[in-house]
């Protein structure tokens, strides 16, 4: 098996999964809801006068943000879990293919799932900015920023889903990666209760803060939604925080993966 | 060349909650499947039979012990391009068509040129090209256990692994089976084949190995376990009542109709025919009586649990 056989066979898996999920009508129901909820957002906007732009950006990216979590989850958790109990990895794992290049073709097909996602829910964020504002301004460039950033908070819920799905229920695995997304959305208090606590608890918290996926730092909303610019340097470190850490977690599910008995 | 070659291969499971009991789910296991054989895994339910196929094909991982396929180490990637795989109660990616996954599975198997036309080709011989393009979530069990026939065998294996391939089938779905692992006899594949379906095992094995309670019982050439007489012979003639000259021979018989069948020792052969022409009795047909594969299958289930030097070696009728 050569280089260029890994990739292809990484590509067959990821496009498989891809169009797997696509199908999964399921999925497009939180699509439905999500684009829905943008529309909630106009109606809001209209009777929030002067703060229009303000209350779609926030309600938009807030919506697609959360969606884009759940779905994240919902896949993630399932794409292991699902094979082995419904032995669709068995027919897989026969033939060719590395544990390993499983585990990394699941991961790049569900990310490609969300960011086809994203890309359908920012359609209609970006429709209902233009129904309040009737054209587009400069700054709406750095909602086009925050919602790059969602786009990584997803490779991470992704990584940290296959993580837990690699040795864990389907149930504890979406209980697991949803309270790391709660806890990581925190993550900048938790550094801030680390630094002004002393002694054992102060290094645990430290540890803690720094050990959870730092969410916080990828959720500008707000920033975006008052038409404040977005840093080359801040989009710089999170691209690669977000790439790093997704990059363990899925070196995590491997290594737990490549040892596992499929009973 | 062996197709098979299982060096003592052994798996056990840590049970309990603290994880401290091992529990056997296979006792070292040592057999030789030789190219171009059908061999029928046989045992009841949770014998080791899946356990032996999971770990020739990696998807558990043994305790102890290895296993050659094909001249290779289990573990060498390549081995993989050269076997196929059925699954137990195979299930398949409910939102893609039989054609799709087929497809999806030539790629993963490496396969490039002419894919699409060996994709229709098998659709075609396991009877599904008119329903290649529904979607498999609307396939019954049947269907789905002909597109895993079919995905088995798309990459043209020179050895092809069917874990109970009949399970699931009626009469229908069951012949049609037999007759394609029939065919791939033809072709020169080997197969490896568990079951717990006894007449299938009889009517398209060279051999069988018999599992129980995760250890080999025995393994024998099928021809030669149901060609072995019991020393007995069955007489079957023309008569309303069974004649006493035969019962004092120590015939166990039955009446059916105007017909008598009688079981006796094979001594006793000449002394049953001299009573039939006494009594001027028509004899229909005097056959020895054979053992059966259930019969060896019993019997293999009754030995007592322990270790046989005879299911070590992996030989032995």
Redesign the interface.
């Known amino acids: 098996?050569n280089s260029g056989?890994t990739n292809?066979?990484i590509g067959?898996?990821a496009f498989?999964t891809f169009?797997?999920a696509v199908?999964?009508r399921v999925l497009y129901n939180l699509i439905a809801f999500a684009l829905l909820l943008s529309g909630a957002a106009i109606l809001v906007g209209e009777i929030s006068i002067d703060i229009e732009r303000l209350v779609v950006v926030n309600l938009g990216l807030t919506a697609v943000s959360l969606f884009g979590v759940v779905i994240a989850i919902f896949i993630g958790i399932g794409l292991v879990s699902k094979e082995i109990d419904?032995?669709?990895l068995?027919?897989?794992?026969?033939?060719?293919?590395?544990r390993w290049e499983f585990v990394v073709g699941k991961f790049f097909g569900l990310t490609g799932t969300l960011v086809v996602n994203t890309f359908f829910m920012a359609l209609g964020v970006f429709l209902a900015l233009l129904y309040v504002a009737h054209k587009f301004e400069m700054m709406d460039v750095w909602v086009l920023v925050a919602l790059y950033f969602i786009v990584l908070q997803f490779l991470i819920v992704c990584a940290l889903a296959l993580f837990f799905s690699s040795f864990s229920t389907p149930l504890m695995s979406a209980v697991f990666t949803f309270a790391l997304f709660v806890v990581g959305s925190l993550a900048e208090d938790l550094r801030g209760f680390a630094r002004i606590t002393q002694g054992v608890g102060g290094w645990l918290a430290t540890a803690i803060a720094y050990l959870v996926p730092n969410f916080s730092t990828l959720n500008v909303i707000s920033q975006v939604a008052h038409g404040d610019a977005i840093s080359g340097r801040l989009i710089l470190y999170d691209s690669v925080y977000a790439l790093l850490y997704s990059a363990m977690a899925i070196s995590g599910a491997v290594l737990i993966f490549q040892?596992r008995?499929?009973? | 060349m062996a197709a098979i070659e299982i060096l003592d291969l052994e798996k056990s499971?840590l049970v309990g909650f603290w994880h401290k009991h091992r529990k056997p789910a296979l006792r070292p296991l040592r057999l030789t499947i030789e190219e171009g054989e059908v061999f029928g895994f046989l045992g009841p339910n949770g014998a080791g039979k899946t356990t032996t196929l999971?770990l020739l094909?990696?998807?558990?991982?043994p305790t102890a012990g290895t296993a050659r396929i094909l001249g290779m180490d289990m573990d060498d990637?390549?081995v993989?391009?050269q076997?196929?795989?059925?699954?137990e109660?195979?299930?398949?990616?409910?939102?893609?068509s039989a054609r799709?996954l087929l497809n999806?599975?030539g790629?993963?198997?490496?396969m490039a040129q002419g894919r699409s036309a060996r994709v229709e080709q098998m659709l075609a011989r396991v009877g599904l090209s008119d329903s290649a393009g529904v979607?498999l979530r609307k396939f019954s069990k049947g269907m789905l256990q002909r597109v895993?026939l079919a995905?088995a065998i798309l990459?043209d294996p020179k050895l092809v692994?069917l874990d109970e391939p009949m399970s699931g089938l009626d009469p229908m779905g069951r012949r049609e089976v037999r007759d394609l692992i029939q065919q791939l006899r033809h072709e020169g594949k080997t197969v490896f084949f568990s079951t717990h379906i006894l007449s299938d095992a009889e009517a398209l094995c060279d051999r069988v190995g018999v599992i129980h309670q995760g250890e080999l019982r025995g393994v024998g050439a099928v021809a030669e376990l149901t060609s072995a007489t019991q020393g007995k012979v069955e007489i079957i003639f023309c008569a309303q009542k069974v004649p006493a000259g035969l019962i004092s021979l120590g015939a166990e018989a039955r009446v059916s109709g105007d017909m008598v069948n009688a079981v006796l020792s094979e001594e006793q052969q000449d002394a049953a025919l001299d009573v039939l022409r006494r009594e001027r009795l028509k004899l229909i047909s005097l056959t020895p009586v054979r053992r059966s594969l259930e019969e060896y299958y019993v019997q293999k289930l009754q030995v007592p649990e322990g270790p046989k030097e005879e299911s070590r070696k992996g030989v032995g009728v």
């Open positions: 098996m056989g292809a066979r067959y898996i498989n169009r797997e199908r999964d419904k032995r669709t068995y027919t897989v794992l026969s033939r060719p293919v590395r040892r008995n499929l009973k | 499971y999971k094909m990696g998807l558990v991982f990637p390549r993989k391009s076997i196929g795989f059925l699954p109660q195979p299930y398949f990616y409910d939102h893609l799709e999806y599975y790629q993963l198997s490496g979607q895993g995905q990459h692994f």
